[in-house]
């Protein structure tokens, strides 16, 4: 059961942490550091993970869309004053790169006007948001293997990354307690993501080869371990925007590479360019960012991305192979 990982504790002879001992011996402080989190976005990859990981020691409330549209300004406020949170976190958002450039109205309500309702929201009930970014607000034209700090100015190349740069301005100006963290290349066990399409492509019986770009560059993340860092950040007390993506980096070739022979997928695959495939969105080649503000304030519990992936890879790799199958007939 992946409940029981957590890396980020240490644990005595006996197993305990020092938050089990504090539940235990000290039942009222645990209790008043227990959080009341608002999860938006709580059915996606990211949301889904950080309501089962949060939800083991704070108080989640996640309601689906239908329950609370972050377009609504008014559903929004009326959900805030009901629930009082001490957090808001925004997982939610118009993910499809592609399509972004082509739903310009749709992509500004959920991208743009969605965190603003919810910057402007938790400002009058006078709680945190965390809202969550992206790599793609930078253009990627950095020499490699140069990563992206949190001050450099965001030069997007698509419609997605321009209403997530705007995201990240509407949060600022309206929320006086807020967290941005920009992340990328995310994965995990829920969701659409590139380790499922991979594997999913890796079984389909195809006179060609599977053709993956070897000149775009990222750090494949996986959601569980930025479910813990986002805990940590509050737990800790983190203000400010912060770059949060798994340590080290790769191609999407030898990413894709990795998963197919670490999971016994016997498929030829061969590299090619970013350039070959016909998207409408145009994608960053440099993904790197720098976990410099983590770092800095020595409460990083990101780890190596392939350590994670193989860890992700032990855990549900089957799974995986088992639906891509289903899918395939
Ligand atoms: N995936 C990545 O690699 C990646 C990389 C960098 C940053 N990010 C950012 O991380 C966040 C989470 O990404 P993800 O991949 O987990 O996304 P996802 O799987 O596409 O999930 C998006 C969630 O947002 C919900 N949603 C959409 N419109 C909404 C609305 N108007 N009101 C309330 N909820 C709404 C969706 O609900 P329904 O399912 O009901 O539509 C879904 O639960 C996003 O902000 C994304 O930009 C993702």
Not at 307 to 325: H, M, S, Y
Request: proline content about 4%; overall charge positive.
């Amino acid at each position: 059961m992946l409940v029981s990982l957590d890396y980020s504790k240490s644990h005595d002879k006996d197993g305990h942490t020092k938050k089990d001992e504090l539940k235990y011996l000290n039942p009222k402080v645990w209790e008043q550091l227990k959080m009341k989190i608002l999860i938006l976005g709580s059915t996606g990859m990211l949301g889904s993970e950080c309501k089962r990981v949060l939800s083991q020691e704070h108080e989640v409330i996640a309601p689906n869309k239908n329950e609370l549209d972050i377009i609504s300004w008014d559903g929004v406020i009326e959900k805030l004053q009901e629930v009082s949170p001490d957090v808001v976190l925004n997982c939610a958002g118009f993910t499809d790169v592609d399509a972004c450039e082509k739903e310009d109205f749709a992509v500004r309500k959920i991208n743009v006007e969605g965190p603003r309702n919810l910057a402007q929201c938790s400002a009058r009930v006078q709680c945190k948001l965390i809202h969550i970014s992206t790599d793609y607000v930078f253009d990627g034209q950095k020499m490699m293997p140069q990563p992206y700090f949190e001050d450099d100015t965001p030069s997007p190349l698509s419609a997605y990354g321009k209403s997530k740069m705007e995201s990240e301005i509407a949060v600022r100006e309206n929320s006086p307690n807020y967290i941005i963290i920009r992340t990328g290349w995310l994965y995990g066990v829920n969701g659409k993501n590139f380790v499922k399409s991979i594997v999913t492509q890796g079984l389909k019986k195809k006179s060609k080869a599977l053709r993956v770009a070897n000149d775009q560059f990222g750090s494949p993340t996986w959601t569980y371990r930025l479910a813990l860092q986002i805990k940590e950040l509050l737990e800790k007390g983190g203000v400010g925007t912060y770059h949060t993506t798994a340590e080290g980096y790769c191609s999407r070739f030898e990413y894709a590479k990795y998963i197919l022979s670490e999971l016994g997928i016997n498929a030829s695959i061969e590299p090619c360019s970013i350039k070959d495939f016909k998207k409408s969105a145009k994608r960053p080649t440099n993904c790197l960012l720098e976990n410099r503000l983590l770092k800095k304030e020595g409460i990083s519990v990101m780890r190596d991305w392939k350590k994670d992936l193989d860890t992700f890879l032990k855990e549900f790799g089957e799974k995986l192979i088992k639906e891509a199958r289903v899918k395939k007939h």
